[in-house]
């Protein structure tokens, strides 16, 4: 099955590193060199998309058939990842607080939720987008926009406790950037690409079934990488998230 798109050269996500980090160096330098403080946000900005950007880059130049036009998958990166933001910090607000040894629990069920919103209706609301992989692909672009909004978060109090310390936010925007296709990214693509199917497949038993799996895999995913916290276990569950969408991704690639 072929989509309708214009195939990405191969390599392509290459060239969106190479040149996404070159801009952060560009502007950590003219940061270093003038105290511009109106530099800080291009370079939270750019150094928390590098990374989720090429991956999502990454996956639209595979050969899997897919029928979402870049500026759609932009769009969903977008607001995915606003209105995944926007409702989890509302919803965890009481959450943590008030479940206490679940906090991480429910953290992680509101997280997977907010950013399935978006690919749901997209793919539930705009009936041309309906080949298996089209799921996966808008998950895992959801999941790039609600990291890189999360990680300008994370990088922004570092900057503030560290008293303007770029060292510092290096280390954060490094650390949360690179794990980002293994974590947000993968676990979002994964349980959108089951919606997806189960879309394509009219909602059987079995489809419904594989859904709620996939959601309880990410969520499971999820609560382990915020509980344990750890290089170590990030590195295994990382594994363990990617592994499972490059399974999926071939999957969907015989359909």
Same mark, same amino acid.
């Given at each position: ?17 190479? $040149? ?25 900005? $750019? ?8 991956? @999502? @880059? ?22 995915? &990842?606003?209105? &995944?933001? $926007?409702?989890?910090? @509302? ?33 539930? &609301? ?13 998950? @895992? ?87 344990? &916290? ?26």
């Amino acid at each position: 099955m072929e989509g309708t798109r214009t195939a990405l050269p191969r390599w392509s996500w290459l060239a969106v590193l190479a $040149v996404g980090l070159g801009l952060f160096e560009l502007l950590r330098r003219d940061l270093s060199a003038t105290d511009n403080p109106h530099l800080v946000p291009a370079l939270l900005f $750019v150094g928390a998309a590098v990374v989720p950007t090429a991956f @999502v @880059v990454f996956i639209y130049g595979r050969p899997v058939a897919f029928d979402v036009p870049g500026g759609v998958l932009a769009l969903v990166a977008a607001t995915g &990842g606003v209105v &995944g933001v $926007v409702i989890a910090s @509302v919803l965890e607000y009481d959450t943590v607080r008030d479940l206490g040894l679940f906090s991480m629990l429910g953290v992680a069920v509101i997280e997977e939720t907010a950013k399935l919103i978006v690919p749901a209706a997209v793919l539930l &609301g705009v009936r041309r987008y309906s080949l298996p992989a089209d799921g996966l692909l808008l998950g @895992v672009a959801s999941g790039a926009g609600f990291a890189v909004l999360e990680t300008m978060g994370f990088a922004y109090v570092a900057l503030v406790a560290s008293k303007g310390d770029l060292s510092t936010v290096d280390g954060v925007l490094a650390l949360r950037g690179t794990l980002s296709p293994a974590a947000h990214m993968a676990w979002t693509g994964l349980v959108a690409a089951a919606f997806g199917l189960a879309i394509v497949e009219h909602w059987s038993h079995t489809a419904v079934v594989r859904l709620v799996l996939a959601f309880g895999a990410a969520v499971a995913l999820h609560t382990a990488w915020d509980s344990i &916290g750890t290089t170590p276990a990030y590195l295994v569950i990382g594994g363990i998230g990617l592994g499972s969408l490059t399974a999926v991704a071939h999957r969907l690639r015989a359909l």
